[in-house]
C-alpha cells in the first residue's frame, strides 16, 4: 500500500502539479509549434509519451547498473567500484537519439498520414527537452542517492508515462485554445508566439492550482488519518509553498 | 578556403540584435522562460551558453569536411554533450549552490535549439574564425534576451535585482507588494509573451520607418 501510494504521489506530481511543460518549461518548441491542429497535438503528445517511456526504461537500466558509483555490471567487469557518472549525459543523448530513430520508422511504416503531419517535428523529438529531463529526473534519483532512497525501474516508468500524459494534456488544451484564438481579433505584433506565451502563463497559473495536492494526498495515504492536511498560511490563504519559489531542487 | 557566405564580422553584429535567438528566432524557449527569475541565474546561464556554443561551434568548423550528412546532427549532439559536461563540472566545482539552483536547466543545454542551430548553419559550412565570432555573437544576443526578461522578472517580484547575492541592489521601495508570480512560471510565459509581441512591435515599425519615401 505504501508502495503504491508513492507511485501515485509521483504520477500526480509529474503530470499535474508539476507539469513538464507549464512548470518545468521543457518541451516548449513543439508546445508552441504543434499547438494549431488539436489532431495534430494529440499525435505529438502521444509520440513525445511513447519516446519518453523508452528513453526512460533504457537510461535507468543504463545509469543503474552501468553508470552509478558502485554499479553492479561495471565493478563485476572492472573488479573494483568506479564511478562512470561523468558520462551520463552523452549516454542519455545517445539512448534518446537511437530511440527516436526507431520510433520514426515506426510512424513513417504504420502511420504515414501522421508522419507526413509531423513533419520536421518528430526528428525535432531529439532535441525536446521533455525526454532529455525525464533521463536527468531518473539521474538525479538513481544516481547519487541515498541506498536506501534508490528508485526502482516502476517509479521511474511511472515519472516517464506520466512527464508525458502531462505533456498530452497541456499541448491539447492549448491546441483547443488556439483554435477557438483562430477566430479572435489579436493585436499584429502578439499574434503566433506572443499571444501564445500569454494564453501559456494563464494556463499555468490555473495549473498553480494543484501545489499541495501532493501533501494531502500523502496524508490520505498515511496511516493516522486523524492527522490534519498541511495547514494553510492564515495570512495569504494560500499553502505556504507559495510564498517563494516553488520550483524546490 | 574560400568562405562564401556572411565575413565574421557579419556573423558578429547579426547574432545581436537583427538575428537574436531568442526575440528573432524563438530559439531556447526552455532556459529563457526557466532560469529567468533573477538576474545572477540568468548571467550564469549565459556564461555557460557561451562556453558551450564557442567550443561547439569551433570544433565542428574544424571537422566540417569530415561530416557525413545523415549522421551530422548525432556527432553535433555528442560535441555539444562533451562540453557540456565539461561546463556543468566547472560550475558544480566553483559556484556549487549556483549549479544546485540552475539544476537540470545547465545538463539541458545539450538539447538546446540554438546550438545545434548555429552548428548546421553557420559552423559546419564557414571557417573557425567566422564560426568563432558566430558564437559569441549569438550568445550576446541570448545573453541580453535573457537579462531583459531576468530584470522585468526580478523587480517586478522581489522589488530587487541580483537578491541572494553579495551585489543585492535594491530597486523599489521596500513596501513594494512583491509580485509574487512574477518568478513563478506562469510570470516566466506571460513577461516573455509581452516582450515578444514588444520586439515584434519595435521590428514592424523599423521597418516601416525604412520603408517611408524621403
Known sequence: MEHLGSLILVAVGAALINNFVLHYF????????VSRRLDTAFGMGCAVTFVISIAALLSWTFTYYVLRPGAPLTSAILGKDVDLSILNYIVYIFVIASSVQLVEMYVRKFFPSLYKSFGVYLPLITTNCAILFACLEIMKHVSGA?????????????????????????????????????????PESLRGAGITLIVAGILAMAFMGFTGVDRNLKDA????????????????????????????? | MPTEGPTPLERFVRGILPENPVYRQLLGMCPTLAVTNGVAQALTMSGAVLFVLFCANIITSLIRGLLKPHLRILVFTLTIATFVTIADRILAAYVYSMSKELGPYIPLIIVNCIIICRCEVCASKQGPLTAGADAIGQSIGFALALLSLSIVRELLGTGALLTGTALELRVLPTNWPNWVVMVLPPGAFITLGLLLGLANWAASRLASLKNRPA
Open chain 1, 221 to 249: 495515504f498515511s496511516k493516522n488519518l486523524n492527522v490534519p492536511a498541511t495547514p494553510i498560511s492564515s495570512a495569504t490563504g494560500q499553502p505556504k509553498e507559495l510564498t517563494y519559489n516553488v520550483r524546490q531542487k
Open chain 1, 146 to 186: 541515498n541506498p536506501s532512497e534508490i528508485w526502482g525501474l516502476d517509479k521511474a516508468l511511472v515519472l516517464a508515462v506520466f512527464g508525458g500524459v502531462g505533456f498530452t494534456l497541456a499541448i491539447v488544451i492549448m491546441a483547443g485554445i488556439r483554435q477557438e484564438l483562430d477566430l479572435c481579433d489579436v
Open chain 1, 26 to 33: 521543457v518541451g516548449i518548441c513543439p508546445f508552441i509549434g
